[in-house]
Nanobody, 129 residues
């Protein structure tokens, strides 16, 4: 069982940067692929970025590629989302998610909600224009 707690959300202006953190508790964090999703008001939750259990593989949604960076620190059981050049359309509740991944999938990240086993409670990010 993995428990995830996001932090770092807040209100920022367009063009600003923000770093979200997601702290995990539970065993074998370093064997879990991780992802960030977001849900804007009145919209479905969508994939933002993901990272493989080894950290070797990462992927990004087109809307954030080149502006957001996902990273993980296994020693701290934490995954980060560095968000740069924020836009009003980035306003959403951001969720982190974890999936226990097979050993041979060291480079695979996951981009579908149903693939993840554990979810955090979300953190609000609001970007004003």
């Amino acid at each position: 069982q993995v428990q995830l707690v996001e932090s770092g959300g807040g209100l920022v202006q367009a063009g600003d940067s923000l770093r979200l953190s997601c702290a995990a508790s539970g065993p074998t964090f370093d064997r879990h692929a991780l992802g960030w999703f977001r849900q804007a008001p009145g919209k479905e939750r969508v994939f933002v970025t993901g990272i493989s259990w080894s950290g070797a593989g990462t992927g990004y949604a087109n809307a954030v590629r080149g502006r957001f960076i996902i990273s993980r620190d296994n020693a701290k059981n934490t995954v980060y989302l560095q968000m740069n050049s924020l836009k009003p359309e980035d306003t959403a509740v951001y969720y982190c998610a974890a999936k226990y991944a097979p050993l041979y999938d060291s480079g695979r990240y996951y981009n579908r909600e149903y693939e993840y086993d554990y979810w955090g409670q979300g953190t609000q990010v609001t970007v004003s224009s």
